[in-house]
């Protein structure tokens, strides 16, 4: 593999699971491969669990790791050729990518959707950049329309919970303050896409996802009739996809919240959310405590998603 940005990526996903479950077993088991190797992580954008968990990873695999936050302390980055450089970015990401290429053996970029320009942000300008011109392989830690570490661990955390073997997975939208990307609802649908499950997504209407996401997943508007019958429920928030309202909050209606009664109307589902997350916003404080929320479990697999992502990387080297 030398790349991973979508689920293509990663090939058959029997073997992704396979993969992951290896690596669980005994995380330890590799720490030749990664030996003298190493990863630079870079950050266009704030993180906890992916900052922590795919250096975890890489450590697991004997890599040494470096982090660059590109907005703190690094020079101010233009993006755009042609643009006479007059202001304040003082170097192009056309010399920084080769750059920093040049320091490591595997690269991942964190560089979120910018959700003013929709035709910019699904053209995934910035992490397509780092592919063409770094020299190394590249992997996604939440690019501008996927984050498919985020899925892989979430596609892991499902297989190990789940008590049938086509349990019926909800996403739906949750009311968030801010506008959020649509990478993660993205990413869900594709990697729930290439599974065999039951998959139902459920949202107030201007909020449709991207068709080349959403695949055959059933879109229900009425979120109860949604959570009827559902194993999980996997909330996230996301701003308008659709023209003329890309990139933009449409609602904070708090009937979209996920609360205990809502909850009720499932078939004693387990509750699952990337995180970081706004509680009594996405979810209310006794359902994201309660023995049914997986949140914890699920963010742990992220070092296990990003090992066996950066194990298949190494071994392309
Ligand atoms: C980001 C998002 O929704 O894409 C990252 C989630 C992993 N969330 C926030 O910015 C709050
Ligand atoms: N879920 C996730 O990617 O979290 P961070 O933004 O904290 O990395």
Redesign the pocket.
């Known amino acids: 593999m030398k790349k991973f940005t979508c689920v293509a990526d990663i090939g058959p996903i029997d073997k992704a699971i396979a993969d992951a479950a290896l690596i669980k077993k005994d995380r330890f088991a590799f720490t030749e491969l990664g030996r003298n190797k190493t990863l630079l992580m870079i950050f266009f954008n ?6 922590l968990s795919t250096q975890k990873a890489a450590m697991n695999l004997g890599m040494n790791v470096m982090v660059l936050d590109v907005n703190q302390g690094a020079w101010k980055l233009e993006t755009e050729r042609g643009v006479v450089m007059d202001g304040d970015k003082a170097e192009h990401l056309l010399e920084a990518i080769p750059v920093m290429g040049s320091y490591c053996d595997i690269i991942g970029v964190r560089s979120f959707a910018g959700l003013k320009d929709k035709v910019e942000d699904y053209e995934e300008k910035v992490i397509e950049q780092f592919i063409k011109y770094s020299g190394r392989p590249v992997f996604s830690m ?1 690019a501008a329309t996927r ?1 498919p570490l ?1 899925s892989y661990a979430d596609l892991i955390t499902i297989e190990e919970f789940k008590t049938k073997p086509r349990p019926k997975v909800v996403m739906t939208w949750a009311p968030h303050p801010r506008a959020l990307p649509q990478a993660v609802p993205n990413s869900f649908a594709e990697w729930m896409n290439a599974t065999d499950y039951d998959f139902v997504i459920t949202h107030p209407r201007g909020y449709e996802l991207d068709p080349k996401f959403t695949g055959r997943a059933k879109i229900e508007y009425d979120q109860r009739k949604a959570l009827e019958g559902a194993d999980f429920v996997y909330a996230k928030n996301w701003s308008a996809y659709t023209d003329p309202n890309y990139g933009k909050v449409l609602s904070t209606d708090r009937a979209w919240t996920v609360d205990a009664e809502k909850m009720a109307l499932t078939d004693n589902a387990f509750f699952m959310h ?3 997350v706004r509680r009594n916003m996405i979810v209310t404080d006794d359902v994201i405590e309660s023995d049914r929320s997986i949140v914890i479990p699920e963010a742990a697999n992220r070092e296990i998603s990003a090992q066996a992502v950066i194990k298949r990387l190494l071994e392309s080297l």
Do not use: K
């Not at 704030?46 to 900052?51: E, F, I, Q």
């Open positions: 704030s993180s906890l669990r992916t900052r939440e984050h985020q990337c995180l970081p």
